[in-house]
């Protein structure tokens, strides 16, 4: 009996192994509505976006990988000497003290842009296509301005749904700039407010490749003959949807004997690579599922295998979903394409 508990306890000791996002993901999920709200705003939209897509695929999270994240937080927050850098008020203060008023303002400036930056930051959530129409009628010196205050990739998309021929223009007055004058930075103001203005009224953008492949999968009847319809009409878009169709992350949701049958066709390399920094619901499903020397061996592999480039891992998990395909295809497993309420 005291060496059956011995086994289940260093079972039950093993080590959790989540991604960092995972586990800031948990944290935030174990602290409340209110205070992950607060968090959320300090990030930045791609940091927002990658961790609340894992927040929202997160289901029965084992109580193990919870103590290791709250465990991994509270040993960084240990870690933090309790001082913090000097807030702008308490600058202001001070250096209105020291320097007065005018001048003040100008070294605050210098240090933490002028107020335009939180209304730029707004800025991020609405789509690239619709704020380069917004400022393609203004002066070229000023879209410059406009982009300069922009994160780089936002302002890459900007640039790139701008029209062709000014293209080179707005980059060079961009590099150009150096200070910006009051009356500029008043006008930029102005822009930036109208903008915001009309935030509301942009076109709001949906994903119609995602939607049609969900739909085809509910579609009650012969689905291949209606795949070959619109083949007819546009390959390219029937292409986009077959690959929406096959997304990596529906291997969590197979049954056993569907992923026993693919794990067969695919190389252990190829799980090694592809698992790398995948969720944890794909890595239990694929595990669970190994035999148990299989499951040791991958395991093995893949601390050996160290970083790898993200480029190479997607490349692997299309190529692991193309052998997913030409299986269904063949008519050897039964794919479940989509997250669905089932009855025991």
Known sequence: MAELNSIQESQEAQPVYLTPVEQAAIVLLSIGEEPAAAVLRCLSREELLEVTQVMSRMSGIKVESVKHAMQTFFDDYRQQSGVHGASRSYLKRSLDLA?????????????????????????????????AEYISNEHVRMQAVFLAFLPPALAGQI??????????????????????????????????????????????????????????????????????????HDPEVVAQIELSMYDFFILSTQSEVALTRIIEEVPLEQWAIALKGAEVSIRDAVLKTMPKRQAQAFEDMMRRAGPIPMSRIEQTRQEIMATVKALADAGEIEIQLFAEAVVE
């Open 99 to 131: 320097l007065g008023g005018d001048i003040a303002n100008t070294v605050l400036n210098s240090i933490y842009g002028d107020e335009l930056r939180p209304k730029m930051a707004r800025l991020q959530w609405a789509s690239p296509k619709w704020l």
């Open 159 to 232: 640039i790139e749904a701008l029209p062709v021929e000014g293209r080179d223009l707005v980059l060079l007055n961009l590099a150009r700039l150096d200070e910006i004058d009051r009356d500029l930075l008043l006008e930029l103001d102005q822009l930036v407010m109208r903008c915001l203005g009309t935030f509301d009224m942009q076109s709001t953008s949906v994903e119609g490749i995602r939607q049609a492949a969900e739909i085809l999968n509910r579609l009650p009847g012969n689905r291949a003959q209606m795949v070959e319809l619109l083949r007819a």
